[in-house]
């Protein structure tokens, strides 16, 4: 009855119904529900589970009986086998009852069991069985990839085996160990059988059938990917869904995300990605989590190998999706087994919800994480550089390093025997391309630990990561910056400028975390420092932080947008500039200011505003210059995510100091308003939402449409809708039906031309 259960259906009995649910602090529970009732039985399952398996270890060191009598008469030819069976409890102790896919899958380094029929009944003392386990196309002893061994009496901890765990006339079972270590992947079984000391090449065989899938094993303490913590196992292995953040460090927004790696398309992406696509894991090295992390943060863009992804980061998006229209990873891992051709479109949070999904769906424990004011570093310097001419003129050429608003990538579990003590646990992975390593667009993994103690000479791809969350962004006045030899001098370093926020969902709750302590230690402290020089000494520009460099802050600058975190889209706004005088004296500022609207990875698009000013700051003062934006001003040239990026130039008059700042913002989005109809609903059980939203803008919406998903509720489904007149409501109305019982998440996206990102979630509770 409780390997029936899963979480997205129910298991009948003869008096009740016992379902897999979402509890409140979002983890799954076991309910039991009889008439009328509710009982949560999670618990009661675990501890009758425990009891089993304590029991099997203890049966499993004896000896099994043999099965003949004194009068049996000797065997002459070898054990006929008629079938073997897969046995249902196996899913219930790997942990992987939830799969949708009716393959055989184990978790590695952990028993399983297979019932054998044979032709005659089993006797220990004259017949002798040999499992036969193959994987890859050249399976091979010395690589661990092809295992030949008997029946023994006991298993060893941590290595393949088998012995005869019961034996009941012609059928036997028999309890089967893959080492800690295995490859993973698909195997294929032969089960042979043989006459105790009797002709060397007469023997049975049996071909088992179907393929045996062997996977990562969090709950093995031998595997390299053994996370002790349930509630996080069941986090970062079990949950299906979760949240991407996204905005920016002032204002990180979150929306639901289906990984959805117990379906059916996600399990075979994973395997498919694993062994069987143009550029595969390396049989032999499919073992090993380090490798194979690292090769699916390439497969998951289209790159190099025809990978499930295609990135694109701009206004318009022809014979694809928008990125921002994806509402999980199932439907982007149905596309693309369904033609092995990638699919269009991704950017960040939809590279690393996929690889999310394809990790957690191998076994590896895995998140989904934000880094807000995310440093994108070309030239292995770990410090973003800008720089300016004499007159404080952006040299736009010169400056190939950018700072996105957001970047989402990976962590994900596992030891790292190939580094020093110290460095296992979390590690940094990246599926989004953006630059190559060692050839072929794949960074990570990175240790966590060593990207937070500036250890940027470890393996793999530490150096980026680093500068991602803590570089600093260096400032630097050019003279003849078009001559073979232009002079720079450093005019101004910010330390804080990166690495102001990284979330993901907090463990068992449906709230989100800044993990950023992980990452690296407090701005400005003397750890922090210690490890930014550490770095940047091992970089291309290690005389950065040399004490001879001059700097000059005779005038402070801070730029501030006025309540920036209430402003949405189609509302005006405006920019002050505070300036400092920190001298005793009068200073006169020639001040240029420009507005411009922004891709969320820091790319430019249209301007907004551009406007000059002079300001005069009494000594030891300080005074605002206020810069105001219309609407008008901006609505018909905003791209995705609403961003805008904020320029300062100037120059001091009595002292020639050169002031350069900017600023991020991102123009807040409306919430749609749904509403449901009947919140006591049963499976099968027909209800309607209302949708609702007011267009924000002065404009009128075109190519609109409502995207609905939910697990349980409704496949993805595309409503498209009329045009939506300016500062108009749009209403619609949707009738689905319960399919499967438990908590489920309704997910609705509105998307047009002229406004994206707009999104809405309901809870429902549904009856069996």
């Not at 409780?2 to 259906?9: D, E, I, L, Q, Y």
């Not at 990135?311 to 990873?329: A, C, E, H, L, Q």
């Not at 000059?552 to 920036?564: E, G, P, W």
């Not at 609702?692 to 409503?719: D, H």
């Amino acid at each position: 009855m409780g390997s029936g259960a899963s979480n997205t259906g129910g298991a009948g009995t003869e008096r009740g119904l016992l379902t897999r649910e979402m509890g409140p602090n979002g983890r799954r529970r076991l309910i039991y529900e009889f008439e009328g009732r509710r009982y949560d039985v999670s618990a009661i399952l675990e501890r009758r589970r425990q009891a089993i398996m304590e029991r099997e270890r203890t049966r499993s060191s004896r000896t099994v009986p043999p099965t003949s009598t004194p009068d049996d008469k000797p065997a002459t030819k070898p054990l006929p086998i008629i079938k073997i069976d897969d046995q249902k409890t196996n899913r219930i102790e790997h942990h992987t009852a939830e799969y949708d896919s009716k393959e055989f899958i184990v978790r590695r380094g952990q028993p399983f069991r297979l019932a054998v029929t044979f032709g005659r009944p089993y006797n220990a003392d004259t017949d002798d069985i040999i499992l036969d386990f193959s994987t890859g196309n050249v399976p091979s002893y010395s690589k661990g990839t092809k295992l030949v061994f008997p029946v023994q009496d006991k298993l060893e901890e941590g290595k393949w085996g088998a012995q005869v765990e019961s034996s009941d006339g012609t059928t036997v079972v028999l309890k089967v160990q893959s080492s800690c270590n295995s490859p993973i992947g698909y195997y294929a079984l032969s089960v042979k059988t043989k006459v105790k000391d009797g002709d060397e090449n007469s023997e049975s065989s049996y071909p088992y059938p179907d393929k045996i899938y062997i996977i990562f094993n969090p709950w093995c303490k031998q595997d390299a990917v053994y996370m002790e913590s349930d509630e996080e196992k069941e986090e970062y292995v079990l949950n299906e869904t979760g949240y991407q953040f996204y905005g920016n460090s002032k204002r990180v927004k979150k929306r639901t995300w289906n990984f959805g790696q117990f379906e059916e398309a996600s399990f075979e992406a994973a395997m498919y990605l694993l062994q069987d696509c143009r550029e595969p894991v390396v049989d032999y090295e499919r073992n090993n989590p380090i490798i194979v992390s690292r090769k699916m943060s390439a497969a998951v863009n289209v790159q190099d190998d025809g990978g499930i992804l295609v990135g694109r980061w701009s206004k318009t998006y022809p014979d694809g999706v928008k990125p921002t229209k994806w509402n999980g990873s199932v439907d982007i891992l149905e596309q693309y087994m369904k033609e092995k051709t990638p699919v269009k479109y991704g950017q960040c949070w939809v590279f690393s919800g996929v690889l999310t999904t394809i990790l957690r769906s191998l076994g590896i424990p895995a998140r989904s994480v934000t880094n807000f004011a995310s440093a994108h570093d070309t030239d292995s310097s770990m410090t973003i550089d800008k720089h300016v001419d004499t007159d404080g003129e952006s040299i736009k050429w010169m400056d190939t390093d950018s700072v996105w608003n957001f970047h989402v990538w990976n962590d994900a579990w596992m030891t790292r025997p190939d580094l020093p003590p110290g460095y296992g646990g979390w590690q940094a992975v990246d599926s989004t391309p953006q630059e190559t390593s060692e050839g072929i667009c794949q960074c990570g993994p990175a240790s966590v630990n060593a990207i937070k103690q500036g250890h940027v000479y470890l393996p793999y791809d530490t150096r980026f990561i680093f500068a991602e969350i803590n570089g600093d962004k260096v400032y630097w006045e050019v003279t003849d910056p078009k001559s073979h030899d232009p002079t720079l001098k450093k005019i101004r370093i910010e330390k804080s400028a990166v690495g102001k926020g990284l979330y993901t969902k907090v463990v068992g709750d449906l709230s989100g975390e800044d993990i950023n302590g992980q990452y690296k230690h407090k701005d400005g402290s003397m750890e922090e420092r210690l490890a930014v020089e550490t770095a940047v000494e091992r970089g291309s520009k290690p005389d950065t932080y040399s004490p001879d460099v001059p700097e000059v802050d005779d005038i402070a600058v801070d730029i501030d947008v006025d309540a920036d975190d209430k402003i949405f889209v189609g509302d005006d706004f405006a920019v002050g500039v505070k300036l400092t005088n920190k001298s005793a004296e009068e200073r006169n500022v020639d001040l240029s200011v420009i507005i411009q609207i922004c891709y969320y990875t820091g790319v430019l698009a249209d301007k907004v505003k551009k406007e000059r000013r002079s300001v005069v700051v009494a000594g030891s003062q300080s005074t605002e210059a206020l810069f105001k934006v219309k609407v008008d001003d901006y609505v018909d040239k905003l791209v995705d995510q609403s961003s805008m990026k904020i320029f300062l130039l100037g120059r001091v008059k009595e002292t020639k100091q050169t002031l350069v700042d900017q600023e991020d913002f991102r123009l807040r989005t409306p919430n749609l308003d749904l509403s449901v109809s009947n919140t006591k609903l049963k499976v099968n059980q027909e209800f309607t939402v209302d949708i609702a939203l007011k267009n924000p803008l002065p404009r009128t919406l075109t190519k609109c449409t409502f995207n609905l998903e939910g697990a349980g509720l409704q496949k993805p489904k595309v409503i498209n809708l009329n045009n939506v007149s300016p500062r108009a409501e749009v209403k619609q109305k949707v009738t689905l039906k319960a399919q499967k019982p438990g908590r489920r998440t309704l997910i609705v996206d509105f998307d047009s031309d002229q406004l994206s990102q707009v999104h809405g979630d309901v809870d429902l509770e549904i009856k069996p």
